[in-house]
């Protein structure tokens, strides 16, 4: 009865893993998805607790490791709090700055 469940467990995480899964564009694998969803999440909650970033006007994606930062800041310090809080977060490979200063 055990063997029954862990095979019949095993073999339906195959055919996920077979059939796939919301892996998007230009990832190989499951494991980097949930790799790059998790670094945006950390880099995401990072900005909710920062009091000097505005994390409702910030937006973050990942892809392979590489964090693109897009959206507004009210400063130029903000932007570059919001790069240097971003390459600090665990997984980060590079950061892409593309956060636009208001006038």
Do not use: W
């Amino acid at each position: 009865m055990k063997n029954t469940a862990v095979t019949l467990a095993l073999s339906g995480l195959l055919a996920f893993t077979a059939v796939g899964c919301a892996v998007t564009r230009d990832q190989s694998t499951v494991g980097e998805y949930v790799d790059d969803a998790t670094i945006t999440t950390r880099v995401k909650a990072k900005f909710a607790e920062d009091p000097k970033v505005s994390a409702m006007a910030i937006n973050v994606e990942t892809l392979k490791g590489v964090v693109q930062l897009s959206g507004f800041a009210k400063s130029t310090a903000e932007k570059s709090h919001a790069e240097g809080i971003a390459r600090a977060t665990a997984g980060v490979r590079s950061v892409s700055n593309d956060i636009v200063v208001k006038p």
